[in-house]
């Protein structure tokens, strides 16, 4: 068992292996608990055994619908993160004040508020997807900090279809290209490959703001005298 290996679940979920990737999408978006699912690696494997001929090498694996997936996938990220939304504005604080246990973090959230703080609403939310850990805190943090619902379904639904879709098209590239024998070593390399391309504008963003802060006049330590009634 390894709740982070996607080949694992898609060989327990067997011929409802489609609806389970949708079920584990909104799960990994939309509860808390969820952050553990694995989303990139969930999407890319998907992708991958859409192929009928790489579904063969899962006993009792029935290929993926690739047109589910594109459809399916987006829908179900995009509800779980207004889900996720919903929550934080309703319950607001309260919903992060328990102490650390094995399934929860403070330091996520912490994760998370900080990088809706540094990258502002909307590109937090869109970057947010390609993070794993923070783009299942993101979405109550946003609800918590006042974003916007109808703001927050814009940036969540562009982020969602970016994530899913680029995820399974990759998978499904790599399903008809590969050797289906040998197909677990491309998995987690098409993964990083996406994540180190998503982290690149994070990357960009970071060395403008350092370039600006250093650019910015450096206050001289001058006070002008405050007028008084004497003047």
Same mark, same amino acid.
């Given at each position: 068992?390894?709740?982070?290996?996607?080949?694992?679940? /898609?060989?327990?979920?067997?011929?409802? *292996?489609?609806?389970?990737?949708? *079920?584990?999408?909104?799960?990994?978006? @939309?509860? /808390?608990?969820?952050?553990?699912?694995?989303? %990139?690696?969930?999407?890319?494997?998907?992708?991958?055994?859409?192929?009928?001929?790489?579904?063969?090498?899962?006993?009792?694996?029935?290929?993926?619908?690739?047109?589910?997936? /594109?459809?399916?996938?987006?829908?179900?990220?995009?509800?779980?993160?207004?889900?996720?939304? /919903?929550?934080?504005?309703?319950?607001?604080?309260?919903?992060? &004040?328990?102490? &650390?246990?094995?399934?929860?973090?403070?330091?996520?959230?912490?994760? *998370?508020?900080?990088?809706?703080?540094?990258?502002?609403?909307?590109?937090?939310?869109?970057?947010?997807?390609?993070?794993?850990?923070?783009?299942?805190?993101?979405?109550?943090?946003?609800?918590?900090? @006042?974003?916007?619902?109808?703001?927050?379904?814009?940036?969540?639904?562009?982020?969602?279809?970016?994530?899913?879709?680029?995820?399974?098209?990759?998978?499904?590239?790599?399903?008809?290209?590969?050797?289906?024998k040998e197909i677990d070593r491309y998995i987690l390399?098409?993964?990083?490959?996406?994540?180190?391309?998503?982290?690149?504008?994070?990357?960009?963003?970071?060395? +403008? +703001?350092?370039?600006?802060?250093?650019?910015?006049?450096?206050?001289?330590?001058?006070?002008?005298?405050?007028?008084?009634?004497? %003047?």
């Amino acid at each position: 068992m390894n709740l982070l290996d996607p080949t694992w679940w /898609l060989s327990i979920l067997g011929a409802f *292996a489609t609806i389970g990737v949708l *079920a584990i999408i909104f799960a990994e978006t @939309g509860l /808390l608990l969820g952050f553990f699912l694995p989303g %990139d690696s969930l999407l890319v494997a998907a992708g991958i055994f859409s192929s009928a001929e790489v579904a063969k090498g899962i006993p009792g694996l029935e290929p993926l619908s690739l047109p589910v997936l /594109l459809i399916g996938t987006p829908l179900c990220a995009i509800a779980g993160a207004q889900l996720g939304h /919903l929550l934080g504005a309703r319950y607001g604080r309260r919903l992060f &004040d328990k102490p &650390d246990s094995r399934l929860f973090k403070r330091e996520h959230v912490l994760q *998370a508020e900080e990088f809706f703080g540094k990258f502002g609403e909307a590109r937090a939310v869109v970057l947010a997807r390609f993070v794993p850990i923070v783009r299942t805190f993101m979405n109550p943090v946003a609800g918590v900090l @006042g974003m916007r619902p109808k703001r927050f379904l814009t940036w969540n639904a562009v982020g969602a279809v970016l994530w899913t879709e680029s995820m399974i098209l990759l998978g499904n590239v790599l399903g008809h290209q590969v050797d289906p024998k040998e197909i677990d070593r491309y998995i987690l390399p098409g993964v990083f490959l996406i994540v180190l391309i998503s982290v690149i504008p994070i990357v960009v963003e970071v060395v +403008k +703001k350092r370039r600006a802060a250093k650019a910015a006049p450096v206050p001289t330590g001058r006070h002008h005298r405050v007028p008084t009634d004497a %003047d």
